[in-house]
């Protein structure tokens, strides 16, 4: 089992639509928990990020931790067509080697 | 402030030539990390380096991989010699201490 498991999609929905991405994780030991962006023949983006469990909120972004279930989440609200990319969750232990472990990253297409 | 550079963008090799992937982080970042994301994946860690220093190299295939960063500041990313599964994208990172990484644009490298 990997530490880290994401569901690689593709993700297509309308523009306007919520949308859910998700992961799981296997580490209890993570404390930081974050969502990158990706277009294509980019490098990775930093979205969000969230120290240990919580809630955060950046506009029509919002990211939830959840540690007991070991599942993190971002929504996507409104979303539109330059919201198309692949979005991948990130986690890291605090302190120790600042090792970023990346989930697969789901493809998400916005359609207008 | 100027992001991650990393040169070539692309870069493509018959198997068994060397090559070498170049890049230059954001400024006042002591931390320099090297990435490996393959087709559909996220990201892997294949070397960090604090200052000049290689503080974590675990997953660098140390036969045929070398890296260096002379002056703590550039850092340059050696294959020799390359193997058609080396094909990947090659992500640069940086980060000053106690924030979160910074990614370059990437090597994309084919090796037929």
């Known amino acids: 089992q990997k530490e880290v498991e994401q569901d690689p999609g593709p993700l297509s929905v309308p523009e306007g639509a919520i949308v859910s991405l998700n992961c799981t994780y296997s580490n209890s030991a993570f404390q930081y928990f974050m969502w990158y962006r990706q277009y294509s023949r980019k490098g990775p983006e930093l979205l969000m990020y969230?120290?240990?469990?919580g809630n955060k909120e950046d506009g029509r972004f919002t990211a939830q931790v959840d540690k007991s279930s070991k599942y993190i989440s971002l929504f996507i609200r409104d979303s539109q067509p330059s919201d198309s990319a692949t979005y991948l969750c990130?986690?890291?232990?605090?302190?120790?080697?600042?090792?970023?472990?990346f989930g697969k990253g789901t493809k998400l297409t916005v359609n207008p | 402030e100027a992001g991650v550079v990393q040169s070539p963008r692309y870069k493509i090799i018959e198997k068994k030539q060397p090559v070498a992937f170049w890049c230059n982080p954001i400024?006042?970042?002591?931390?320099l990390y090297w990435y490996r994301q393959n087709l559909g994946q996220g990201p892997e860690l294949l070397i960090r380096y604090e200052n000049e220093e290689a503080v974590d190299d675990s997953q660098l295939p140390k036969d045929r991989f070398s890296a260096e960063r002379l002056k703590g500041v550039d850092s340059t990313l050696k294959i020799q010699p390359a193997e058609l599964g080396d094909s990947a994208v090659y992500l640069c990172?940086?980060?000053?201490?106690?924030?979160?990484?910074?990614f370059g644009p990437g090597t994309r490298l084919t090796v037929l």
């Open positions: 990130a986690m890291m232990v605090q302190g120790g080697s600042e090792k970023l472990v």
């Open positions: 990172a940086s980060r000053r201490e106690g924030a979160l990484q910074f």
């Open positions: 969230t120290y240990s469990s």
């Open positions: 400024s006042g970042h002591n931390t």
